[in-house]
């Protein structure tokens, strides 16, 4: 598979000068795949720091082999990818997937839940995370070519939805706070819509974008089911969008309260990671709060 592969170069490199290959098992290491991208960061256990994050934009990508195919290249010539760490954990950043209540949730229909939702393709795998802080079943597809090729370089890879450690970290994050939150939390190529009060999670949903006009289509179609009024709703948006961007600009044209979220306080971040806006990667970062 990776002969074929081409050659990609990473859009972002923070590497800590303390981040050594060479001690790779006393770390943990961290990888996030999806449309369009793909990133990994490096966490020192001893000193539960972040001493490494680089990220790729990934074009061209229409089928899972194609996106297997990508990142077997990138792991292959990459020695910061093939260290012997103390364990591995992949997020699959994927639209399709679906929330169950564990109230409702009965294993043996695990295939009826999610082919309500999203169709199931040939060599889709069902797979499922726990999410114990909102007591709820994560249920989501995920091509079998992927899940092979990582078992290839790493043997006890832990697999989670990307969203699953997003959500258990803002459910913690605003546990405290009274006032609902809405989180946008945005990708490359498509964005979460999630509503949290109290430490209950009232809404998530995805949706993709082409266009700075989807995001606020969504965003008032939602506000609109949920009855809520962006004139004074509290908005928090995390992933990889900046103030000055046209995304931020449409917006803060109709929604008065609106600042950044923040990336997980549990961790340390080395120097090259803390020039990067603190809300950037927050769905990489948050992979460590989840069990094993």
């Keep these: ?147 092979d090729m990582l078992g290839g370089y790493y043997s006890k890879v832990q697999i989670r939805h990307h969203s699953s450690a997003l959500l258990e970290s803002l459910v913690v994050q605003f546990k405290n706070e009274s006032k609902a939150k809405l989180v946008l939390h945005i990708s490359l190529t498509h964005f979460e819509i999630i509503l949290i009060e109290g430490k209950s999670l009232r809404f998530y949903n995805t949706f993709r974008h082409q266009t700075t006009e989807d995001f606020i289509y969504y965003l008032l179609f939602v506000c609109e089911q949920l009855k809520l009024n962006p004139e004074t709703l509290d908005l928090v948006l995390i992933g990889e969008v900046e103030r000055n961007s046209a995304i931020y600009a449409i917006l803060h044209k109709y929604v008065r309260n609106i600042r950044f979220g923040e990336r997980p306080d549990s961790f340390v971040y080395s120097q090259p990671l803390n020039t990067i806006p603190k809300h950037f990667y927050c769905n990489l970062f948050s992979q460590q709060l989840l069990s094993s």
Excluded: C
């Excluded at 000068?17 to 990133?39: D, M, Q, V, W």
């Excluded at 990818?81 to 009965?106: C, I, M, W």
């Design 1 to 147: 598979m990776n002969a074929t592969a081409r050659k990609i170069s990473p859009s972002l490199t923070l590497i800590d000068e303390t981040a050594e290959i060479k001690r790779s098992a006393e770390h943990n290491l961290h990888l996030l795949a999806g449309p369009g991208s793909f990133s990994f960061a490096v966490l020192n256990k001893a000193q539960n720091k972040y001493v490494a994050l680089e990220s790729y934009n990934l074009q061209n990508i229409f089928t899972a082999e194609n996106l297997a195919q990508t990142l077997d290249g990138i792991i292959q010539s990459h020695a910061f990818l093939k260290g012997n760490y103390d364990s591995v954990r992949f997020a699959y950043d994927s639209h399709r997937s679906t929330l169950v209540p564990q109230a409702l949730y009965e294993a043996e229909n695990i295939q009826t839940y999610i082919e309500f939702n999203h169709p199931r393709e040939k060599g889709d795998l069902i797979l499922a995370d726990s999410l114990k802080n909102i007591d709820t079943q994560n249920i989501y597809l995920m091509p079998a070519v992927l899940k």
